[in-house]
């Protein structure tokens, strides 16, 4: 899968998709792939605020537990509330409709030392050579 | 995201199919420290496993299992005499070419190891072990069968080990072997010819709640990939797909099938594990009769018992038990989304005034505390026959 050049990327997975101080926040493909089916999700409610690289959720396979950490600081205004019936959601549409929440960004600048795309792809590219080693 | 996962810093050994799991695109994890596939999304992923082998079949590689062979050494009854002694279950009931579910204990009456005792011959036993305890196992065995007339061998790594687990596991294997199948009861085991393979040992035996069979077959690689192809092969038109530990897990989970380290270990007894009727007190003296016999006594503190999650929540591993006033009173030993019942389970132990059916308790879960229910146990049991011959 394409990962979207105008998201942004952290090393533990998340991608953020920012316009000015709002932004929307998922996990990547290569995350859904790795977890396997996604059959629970834990989000905060709007109003609350997220830290960036503090966790702020979780997401569950059928055999783990992970936790989802914030790219940015801001305060959430939606989850997703379609997840909660649907979190398979997260495995066909990591990029699109199992987006996790929506947030008001503190400091947009912080969105921009992220990783880009073509840094993402080949930080996970890496991590499957390693795998497969 | 971040699953958590701490590497080992030994190098995980590998069973002679690793390349194919690699080849088929395996999620792979060390695995008592051994690299395993975990699930294969080609074969759709861990809840698609779970599920063929509930409903057709699914093949397991399950190379990392240990194996120690005890045979009699000048007299007869030497082994019978040492597998009495180190196992709790009774040997001497075994005909051959039967096999039992059965444990290694210390002199605490905790486990050492579970194991499935195989009866070869009079005085010739295969006992088939776990891969994370599989150093330990063969040297508590080996100075614990000293005083016996028996000789020990370790042949873990002599043989590539696979599982056809599922309800149309007989129709594939039929296909490959000339043993009669349907002669062979449950936890009995033959010897026949399996993809041109002479003298094979065939066990009607799993760890999924379901019919099936496993086989041991010469741990010479391309012999190994041919029998996991042929297999594969012979079941395609049943719906047969590879099928990882993750599956193995959660079907063994929902038959309440006990995991080392989680439900049994050196740390908990036969009675708190609720494995009595695989424990026979009444034969011959065995390493960890007498500490039993004490602790039934004293009574248990502890019980296994099933739960179904009341609350949104899936309990974990190691996730605490809670009382009213959110003290610890228990603790998970396994627990998973059930994909056959589509429920939230675990198994955990908790005190026998909590152990009645429908007795609510509840679990830590990130600092929540999410309701919980005691359920009748296996969560699942498979229809007593099957339809389809």
Redesign the interface.
Known sequence: MAYPREFRYTK???WISAKGDTATIG??DY?Q?????V??V?LPAAGAKITAGKTFG????????????APVGGEVTEANAELHNKPETINSDPHGAGWLIKVKVASPAEVNSLMDATAYEAYIAEKQKE??A | MDSGTSPLNSVPRKTPLNAVHRRLGAKMVNFGGWDMPVEYPSSGGLVAEHKSVRSAVGLFDVSHMGDIRVRSGQHPGGALAAVQHITMNDASMLAVGQAHYSAMLYPEGTFVDDVIVHRLGEDDFLLVINAGTREKDINWVRANTKPFDCRVEELGDVYTQLAIQGPKARDVLRKLTDANLDALKNYWFTHGTVCGLTNTLIARTGYTGEDGFEIYVPSDIAISERVWNEVLEAGKELGIVPCGLGARNTLRLEAKMALYEHEISDKINVWEAGLDRYCKMEKSEFIGRAALENARTAGRSRMLVGLEMIDRGIARDGYRCLNEAGEAIGVVTSGSPSPTLCKNIALAYVPPALAALGTVVAIEIRSQKCRAQVVPTPFYKRPKKAIAQ
């Open positions: 533990e997975h998340e996990i990547t995350a792939h790795e977890l396997g089916d059959v629970f834990e979780s997401v569950e396979s059928v055999k783990a537990v992970s936790e989802i950490y795998a497969s």
